[in-house]
């Protein structure tokens, strides 16, 4: 019963008609998305398979690894961005990533779509327990790992709180209402599905007309180790130095002016002297 008007309004979202230039549009979006999704590996699953996930899993390779199918994993984006867009306030929205990887996509699709993003430790309670700083009642809950973030998982399903989860071949499916098969191991693979997902709501929402690109890169969804980042600047820092230093002989010593007028230099022209000799 506490899914009921969420259900309603996804069913009147998805009831709206379209023009066929918004057909058109969405099939080549489509294409494109598909193809993002295959650079990020978005379809490279493990070799272990839940058996509630077979259904999404398109082909097993020679090495055991699970392919899974790109055409479900979109279709299953679009109808969680439905179920995000029912929510009418969007502060009820809670998404969860205890998994690095995740943080800076959910704190990204957090700021963008107006979510309530919980990047790292899961406080145990926050659903739960009133008397806990960090409660909250949300109305949804949105998780990057089934397994990694099981205890948010677990007390959603205690409040009746529905779950969307980033579901990879081998992630358990309990207490998950709608699972995104996708590879949630990645960094660029999490970053992509995050995105795909926050554009898809503001088109819902109306925010963003569908004719217009979202100039957001998903470059800004990537997780990055903060030591690969200081490397880096100290690497363009030394770069910097080296291009601003003064051009120095092997002797370090300035190298002078060669064309300098103030230099003494001979006649060739001018007679021999006689009593030099």
């Not at 494109?32 to 590996?41: A, E, F, G, Y």
């Not at 809670?94 to 699709?109: C, D, E, I, N, T």
């Not at 959603?156 to 071949?169: E, F, H, N, Q, R």
Request: net charge negative; aromatic share 8%; with cysteine.
């Amino acid at each position: 019963w506490l899914t009921q008007p969420i259900l309603a309004q996804v069913a009147s979202v998805v009831a709206r008609p379209k023009s066929v230039g918004s057909a058109m549009t969405e099939l080549t979006q489509k294409e494109d998305d598909i193809q993002k999704m295959l650079v990020c590996k978005s379809h490279v699953g493990t070799k272990n398979l839940d058996s509630k996930m077979a259904s999404y899993v398109h082909k097993r390779t020679v090495d055991g690894i699970h392919i899974i199918n790109i055409g479900k994993t979109w279709e299953k984006i679009q109808v969680a961005a439905r179920i995000v867009a029912a929510i009418e306030n969007p502060d009820d929205v809670m998404v969860v990533s205890q998994r690095p990887y995740g943080s800076r996509a959910v704190l990204k699709f957090s700021q963008y779509v107006g979510a309530s993003p919980v990047a790292g430790r899961w406080t145990p309670g926050a659903l739960t327990n009133y008397v806990t700083l960090k409660f909250k009642e949300p109305r949804l809950l949105i998780t990057t790992d089934p397994r990694t973030d099981s205890q948010a998982i677990r007390e959603s399903a205690y409040m009746g709180i529905p779950v969307i989860a980033l579901c990879d071949t081998d992630s358990p499916t309990r207490y998950v209402d709608c699972a995104i098969p996708v590879n949630n191991k990645g960094k660029e693979s999490i970053a992509l599905v995050y995105w795909l997902l926050a554009r898809e709501v503001l088109y819902l929402r109306g925010t963003l007309p569908r004719s217009q690109p979202w100039e957001v890169m998903v470059d800004s969804f990537f997780w990055r180790d903060v030591e690969e980042l200081e490397q880096q600047e100290k690497d363009r820092q030394a770069a910097a130095e080296e291009t601003a230093a003064p051009a120095t002989a092997d002797w370090g010593q300035p190298v002078g002016d060669w064309a300098d007028a103030s230099a003494p230099t001979d006649n060739w022209n001018a007679p021999a002297d006689a009593g030099g000799w």
